[in-house]
């Protein structure tokens, strides 16, 4: 199992920045998949939650601004990211949803919102 | 919703040692705890879940314990390569993570 994010980098806040988790050793189609972030200095923080069937959840500090979204075909997840504050600065991990925890996470994407 | 509280958040400890990091959930989350090690630079990974269930993979000096709102990992004979970062997760009521507790050697 492999997840590899992309995606990140800085944007100034109230701009928008598109994530992507890239999968490998598993099928992707038949898991859930969770980005979780963890701000500079903080704990981690759950972000959000797409199911294998496409249906999705948001922590309340993210919903209406984030977006998930998966494309079986490309193995592939993403977030996109809308009206960004300086509180989204945080590295943000994908992680595959076995059974209701994480098992595999990958190594992170640093966001950046400062302008 | 529920908080974590892990302890402590740094521990230094010899080779050898037997090592215990600790997780209290501010309710019953029954069995829905999971222990993770993420050392720098690393993607998180899945050390025990559900209380005291190995990982495949993982060292059988890791172990877990503990009920209801108190948890426990324990390492039996701390090694170099466990120096990493530990922390707790619990599943119960969606997901929350503990502080984290920064494990080094002496």
């Known amino acids: 199992v492999q997840l590899v994010e992309s995606g990140g980098g800085l944007v100034q806040p109230g701009k928008s920045l598109k994530l992507s988790c890239s999968a490998s050793?598993?099928?992707?189609?038949?898991?859930?998949m969770h980005w979780i972030r963890q701000a500079p200095g903080k704990g981690l923080d759950w972000v959000a939650y797409?199911?294998?069937?496409?249906?999705?959840v948001y922590a309340d500090a993210v919903k209406g601004r984030f977006t998930l979204s998966r494309d079986t075909a490309e193995n592939t997840l993403y977030l996109q990211l809308n009206s960004l504050k300086s509180e989204d600065t945080a590295i943000y991990y994908c992680?595959?949803?076995?059974?209701?925890?994480?098992?595999?996470w990958g190594q992170g994407v640093m966001v950046t919102v400062s302008s | 919703d529920i908080q974590m509280t892990q302890s402590p958040s740094f521990l230094s400890a010899f080779v050898g040692d037997r090592v215990t990091i600790n997780c209290k959930a501010s309710?019953?989350?029954?069995?829905?705890l999971n222990w993770y090690q993420q050392k720098l630079g690393e993607a998180p990974k899945l050390l025990i879940y559900?209380?005291?269930s190995l990982q495949t993979g993982i060292p059988s000096r890791f172990s877990g314990s503990g009920s209801g709102t108190d948890f426990t990992l324990t390492i039996s004979s701390l090694q170099p390569e466990d120096v990493a970062t530990y922390f707790c997760?619990?599943?119960?009521?969606?997901?929350?993570f503990g502080g984290g507790t920064r494990l080094e050697m002496k």
């Open positions: 992680a595959r949803m076995m059974e209701y925890y994480f098992d595999y």
């Open positions: 050793g598993f099928t992707f189609s038949s898991y859930g």
């Open positions: 797409i199911s294998s069937s496409g249906g999705s």
């Open positions: 309710q019953n989350i029954n069995r829905y």
């Open positions: 559900n209380i005291n």
């Open positions: 997760l619990q599943h119960k009521n969606w997901w929350t």
